[in-house]
């Protein structure tokens, strides 16, 4: 199971750093993804990291802003967020593909077989 967490209100400009924990696990090897949905507007990608944590990749819109990391230690990915805008805000939610280490599906939601419950970012002033 994965818990998502770290979400609040924050100012534009602001920074926050979102937590995935897998449950259960006291090490976690999978590709592991960020997807959000904002309010009205279909679910998107927003970064993804491969099992090993060689490979990132990062959606164009929060490119430069969004760090994901992993701590695999712990069973823990990272979204850190800076410079967050208006338009981050939406319901972040983390993903495990257990099935695959393919990299080339890795922003697509499909790839991914289990989520967490999501948790909600809001960037107003």
């Known amino acids: 199971q994965l818990q998502a967490s770290g979400g609040g209100t924050v100012q534009p400009g602001g920074s926050l750093r979102l937590s995935c924990a897998a449950s259960?696990?006291?090490?976690?090897?999978?590709?592991m993804g960020w997807f959000r949905r904002a309010p009205g507007k279909a679910r998107e990608f927003v970064a993804a990291?491969?099992?090993?944590?060689?490979?990132?990749f990062y959606a164009d819109s929060v490119k430069g802003r969004f760090t994901v990391s992993r701590d695999d230690h712990k069973a823990t990915v990272y979204l850190q967020m800076v410079s967050l805008k208006p338009e981050d805000t939406a319901v972040y939610y983390c993903?495990?593909?257990?099935?695959?280490?393919?990299?080339?599906?890795?922003?697509?939601?499909?790839?991914?077989?289990?989520w967490g419950q999501g948790t909600l970012v809001t960037v107003s002033s």
């Open positions: 993903a495990a593909d257990s099935r695959s280490r393919q990299i080339a599906t890795m922003s697509q939601d499909y790839t991914y077989d289990y």
């Open positions: 259960g696990y006291t090490s976690m090897n999978y590709n």
């Open positions: 990291i491969s099992w090993s944590g060689r490979a990132t």
